[in-house]
């Protein structure tokens, strides 16, 4: 089991920035992915970012340039840093860590991110 807490969402205005975090602890295994995806009201959930243990990296095409994920392998933690905030990256923020090996997945509790126009 792998438990998942997140931290870092809130309100932010347009052209703002904010940066969420997740801690993973548990049973961590070395090759893991860990990432974010959103979910909208009234939208299916979409990967944001994701980062391997090894860095690499993929982004959603539309937050590319804008934000920036990186962990932090020491604390099993991994980072979102998201800046020039749109409206439209307004969602709950969903923190997801996936053994590559075995192919399990867990969710963290998510984050409300909302950005005012």
């Known amino acids: 089991q792998v438990q998942l807490v997140e931290s870092g969402g809130g309100l932010m205005q347009a052209g703002g920035s904010l940066r969420l975090s997740c801690a993973a602890s548990g049973s961590i295994f070395k090759l893991n992915a860990m990432g974010w995806f959103r979910q909208a009201p009234g939208k299916q959930r979409e990967l944001v970012a994701r980062?391997?243990?090894?860095?690499?990296?993929n982004y959603a095409d539309s937050v590319k340039g804008r934000f920036t994920i990186s962990r932090d392998n020491a604390k099993n933690t991994v980072y979102l840093q998201m800046s020039s905030l749109k409206p439209e990256d307004t969602a709950v923020y969903y923190c997801?860590?996936?053994?590559?090996?075995?192919?399990?997945?867990?969710w963290g509790q998510g984050t409300q991110v909302t950005v005012s126009s």
């Open positions: 980062i391997t243990t090894t860095g690499t990296t």
């Open positions: 997801n860590w996936v053994d590559l090996l075995r192919g399990t997945n867990y």
